[in-house]
Every structure is written in C-alpha cells, then in structure tokens.
C-alpha cells in the first residue's frame, strides 16, 4: 500500500516526485504530498492535499517549490482516516521530513515516550513517530545516518521510509523492512522509489535493497549498510520496464485496456515455454526437475484474485496431474499451524510479488519445513522472485488497475503449465498435446469473445439500479463465479456473492427475486444438466437470469433469461475465456454507475500491509 518517492539531484527535483506519484497512485489515491528543502534558507517545504495527486499538482502550480532535495507519497489508510492532518510526508520540529509505508506495531508506546520528551503529536499515524524519534536521536548525535538507525532499532513492524532534513539537505535516507524500496541510479543525481514503474521516466538503473537494508543517498554516490550496520555492495540491474507500457493509450481506463491486452500477453507468456507440443520443464529454471521429482502434494497459498486462480488450479492439479492440492488464503495459512511435509511444493502466488500475507505465508512455510517453493508472479524486481527456489513469471505488463484483469489470465495459463509439468508421468503423451493445442488456441478464443463487448455492455445497463447481484458456477466454473462476483464489488460497489449452484437450495435461494439479478457461467460440461435444473429453480422464483454459455446454450433467451453464446471451448482452457464477460460486465457496470473504475475506494493495488 501507499506510494513513495524521494530524489536528490544537481537539479529541480519537483516535477520528478509529482511524476512518480502519479505512476505510483496505483498503490493508493487517498491523499499525497510532498516536502522539499529550500537550499537558501535552510527549510523544509511542505504542500499536502486529501485527495487524489492532481489535487497536489494543481495547489502547487503558484507556488515556488523548487528543490534538488525532496520526497513524496501517495496515501492508502491504515492509522487514521484520510485527512490533511494524516497526510505524509511527516514532519517533525519543521527540520526533519519522512514519508512511510507499512505499519509500526508498537507505535503507541514510541508515541508515550516521545510525548513525555515533549513531543506534540498532529496526526494520528504511526508514520509521526518516525519522524520525531529520528529528530529524538538527531538532537543526541548530530548526524542524520545514525539517527536514522537507532531509529530503526526501536521500530516493531514493517517499513519502507525516506527521510531528509534541513540539517544536511544533500543526502536523503531511506531504509526497508517487510516493504518493497528500490533505488535508481543516474548521473548526478539518485532516487528512491517503492515501485520501479516511478523511476522508468528518469532511469532504468536499479538497486534492490536486501531486508533491513539502509542507504544513505546524495546526488553523487550512495552507501547501503544492512541490518547489522555493515557497509554492503547490492548488485545493479537494469529494468527491462518500458516508459510506455504504463501509459493508458487511446483507452479511457486501465482496467479497459488491461481486459483487450489479454490475448497480446497471454502468446508472451507461452512464448519460450512450449516447443513440438510439449511444455519445456526448463521454464522453471535449470534446476527444476531435480527440486520437483519428489513432490507428492501442492499447497497453494494466495489472496484475493490470485486465491481465485489457485482454486482454478486445483481442479486442474487433481483432475488431469492426479496430485493431491490444497489452496489457502495466506492470511489464515500462516496463523493455522498447518502440519509440513517437505515433499509438498508451496505455490506463492502475487501478482504484484509484493502481497505482505503471501510473503509472511511463504517464510512461515518454510519454517515449518515444507518442501520446494515456487513464486508465480508478475513482477520480475518483486520480494516473491527472491524469496522463491523456483519462479514462474505470468508476463502480463504492467498491471495498473486495481482490479485484476490480465495478471488473472495469466496466472491461469502458468499454472496450467505447472500441472502438465507435474502430471505428464501420470498420463499418455496425447493427453499432453491435447493441453497444449487448446493453450495454442486461447489468444484466439479470448479475442473471440472480447468481440461479444457490446452484447456485455447491453446486460450491464440492466445492472445500473440494482444493489445485489448472484453468481453461480459449478466445478471448476466455481472459483469463475467467485472471481466474477468480487469484480463486480470491486468497481461498482453493487453487493455480490457468488455460489456453487448446488447451494442455492441451501439458503441463498430465499434472496432471489426480481431485483437480484443472477449470473451464471455455463459450460458445455459434465455439471451442464444439474447446472440448468439450479437455474430452473431461479426462474421459478422471479429471478432475471444471465447466462454466459456455449453455443449450444442449456437455456435459451427468454422474459427472465438472457443468454450470452461464447462458442466452443476446450475443457482445458474454458475457466480462463470464461472469465472475460465477468470482468467486461463488471467494467461497463461500474462505468454506467460512474464509480472510478481503476481506483475504487477504500482499496489498493498491492497490499504491503498486514
């Protein structure tokens, strides 16, 4: 969560932070600010707003910010609402200025002892502390880097900080603990970024600082001391992050594009992973076979839309591999104490490679004693490819709305590739090529449907005055329902649920009338009868009905039925096309109702936070 940027340069460093924050929004858009040091008179400048980074940009255009010294954030809530008061960068005795992510857990203790040192507190974030225990320290040392690092001494939690002062206006400091930071390099001048994606219009030089890394930064060199103190080399990479690839285009929203560009990422993420009709065991690394021959079991550990995937994937994993998998959202994994079987191989998957509870699951699986982990993500600079002995990376591009589109679709399509890699001794050859001839065929499907757009975009004019909505699937069609339901909430704030439709005689049923719209996705499968006789017994009931099927539909369009044909689609692939119209409904909805699609409230791309 929350987005952060700092820079020391030779030159203006404004118009630099502004343009990070806006390529950082993504992380969070309930306020931001920025603080730069006047060089002249020694001061620390501040302008914060309640609000989205256009609101910074605007109440800064007549005023004369101008500095080679700086930071700047974006805010996503955590301690205190949003409001100018909460909003960062933090200040303390109007010399030292901090920006933060994460959240400190004994900030209330830090916040007694420093308010008993007289310390007066304006905000009601856990960001506060920081700043005052750093001007604490200074007062004592009289050195900004030392300060710093007794400061992170007595920090409980995780973190991501940048700090400056008037003190010593040409270095900037930043440090991380269980939160992403990077640091770009130029010539004359350094900055520091949570995500690469800020820094792509000023470098491609990258520094990924290690876990409890500190650096010490000003315009012509940089030290990074790790967490034991010690002075440390981190090696440099170059990112491979295009400046256009996280630009919108001729598209109104991101999410808009994200859907289209599903077809174009999903050819890149097979490229190089399929050749004469087999999956390439090398597109887990050089060493993978060797890691994976014991594997007997898979535990699969994910949030939200990645947890949907996983569950995609254990029908895929038990069904066609024949192996034993059990999928988890990471937040309750690592608080259950589940019994470890190191001939089980931990799935992480993230799309950003930065979702705090995944990452906590994967270390406390390993300190259980599982086997092999491997990280499927989308973010080749993230703490998940890393953390993981095995990586398999989706491709997506950058994904910039909220709600994921195209990081869904590809998640999909490398664990599909991981269930032929374990399950080909389990079956014949043809089995194999029969998986791979329908991964071949998906970008084609998917365009296919993509072409229904407008017939999606009629059913969502229905959607506009409606509060709740149903979705329904069955099998592997489930987890697709239950993806579909939370696009839905995510953008338009409509209330929606999403059941197996076998349940629906088990309680939800009571809830279906005229005004709860039901959406059902319907395949052409084993489930296909006992799916129409669930929905026969909504449309006994009153209840409007959508139906996204195949084209030899299990109902046809009618008063209280509306049916949406896809076409014929191979078993293997149909929860990945499947899941297109759910994500197209739930955009055009959220459009009618005039929500904002790409940043809907109260949420945030990655979750850095607990």
């Known amino acids: 969560m929350c987005g952060i940027i700092g820079a020391v340069a030779e030159r203006d460093v404004v118009p630099i932070l502004l343009e990070g924050l806006k390529r950082l929004e993504y992380r969070g858009y309930d306020s931001a600010g920025l603080a730069v040091i006047d060089y002249q008179v020694h001061s620390l400048e501040r302008q914060r707003v309640v609000g989205k980074v256009q609101l910074l940009e605007e109440s800064i255009r007549n005023l004369s910010l101008c500095s080679p010294t700086g930071i700047a954030h974006t805010r996503w809530a955590t301690h205190g609402k949003p409001s100018l008061d909460n909003a960062h960068p933090h200040v303390s005795r109007d010399t030292v200025g901090v920006v933060h992510n994460g959240i400190i857990e004994n900030y209330l203790q830090l916040r007694l002892d420093l308010e008993r040192r007289g310390y007066e507190f304006l905000s009601e974030t856990d960001t506060e502390v920081i700043a005052h225990q750093i001007h604490y320290f200074f007062q004592q040392v009289k050195d900004i880097g030392v300060a710093v690092q007794k400061t992170l001494q007595c920090l409980r939690g995780s973190y991501a900080i940048a700090v400056i002062t008037t003190s010593d206006p040409g270095r900037l400091l930043a440090a991380k603990k269980g939160s992403p930071l990077v640091i770009g390099l130029g010539i004359g001048e350094n900055f520091v970024a949570s995500d690469v994606a800020a820094l792509v219009p000023v470098t491609q030089r990258i520094i990924f600082l290690e876990e409890g890394d500190m650096v010490d930064l000003q315009r012509d060199k940089l030290q990074v001391t790790d967490a034991l103190g010690r002075i ?63 594997v007997q079991s898979v535990q699969i550990i994910a949030c939200g839309t990645s947890y949907h995937a996983g569950l995609v994937a254990r029908y895929w994993l038990e069904g066609l591999a024949k192996i034993p998998c059990n999928v988890e959202v990471a937040s309750e994994f690592r608080y259950r104490q589940p019994l470890a079987d190191p001939n089980t191989l931990v799935v992480a998957l993230s799309q950003s490679g930065e979702t705090a509870d995944t990452l906590a699951a994967l270390q406390e699986a390993k300190r259980l004693g599982f086997g092999t982990s491997l990280g499927i993500c989308n973010v080749p600079e993230s703490s998940l490819v ?225």
């Open 386 to 610: 890393r953390a993981a002995d095995l990586v398999l990376m989706t491709h997506a591009g950058p994904e910039i709305g909220v709600a994921s589109t195209k990081a869904f679709s590809t998640q999909l399509v490398v664990l599909l590739l991981l269930t032929v890699i374990l399950g080909r001794k389990n079956w014949p050859p043809e089995t194999e090529k029969r998986i791979v001839a329908s991964l071949l065929s998906l970008a084609e499907n998917m365009d296919r449907v993509l072409a229904l757009n407008a017939s999606i975009q009629h059913w969502a004019e229905q959607f506009a005055n409606k509060q709740h909505a149903l979705f329904l699937g069955r099998g592997i069609h489930y987890p697709i329902a239950m993806e579909g339901a939370l696009k839905l909430k995510e953008i338009s704030y409509i209330h929606a649920e999403a059941y197996p439709a076998g349940e629906l005689k088990h309680g939800p049923l009571a809830l279906v009338d005229a005004d709860m719209p039901v959406i059902a996705v319907a395949p052409n499968d084993a489930l296909q009868e006992k799916l129409k006789s669930n929905l026969q017994e909504v449309y006994a009931r009153g209840g409007q009905l959508f139906v996204v099927a195949n084209h030899r539909a299990i109902l046809h369009s009618s008063d209280h039925i509306q049916v949406i044909e896809l076409g014929e689609i191979d078993e293997f692939i149909s929860p990945i096309v499947y899941a297109i119209p759910l994500q197209l409904l739930a955009y055009h909805v959220a459009v009618i109702k005039g929500t904002d699609v790409d940043q809907p409230r109260n949420l945030a791309k990655s979750v850095t936070v607990e």
């Open 232 to 294: 440390v080399q981190r090696a440099e990479h170059t990112s491979q992050l295009q400046l256009d690839a996280v630009e919108r285009g001729e598209h109104r929203h991101y999410m808009h594009k994200e859907i289209f560009e599903q077809p174009r990422v999903i050819r890149r993420t097979l490229e190089n992973r399929i050749y004469e009709e087999q999956v390439l065991e090398a597109s887990l690394g050089p060493n993978a076979m060797e890691l994976l021959e014991k």
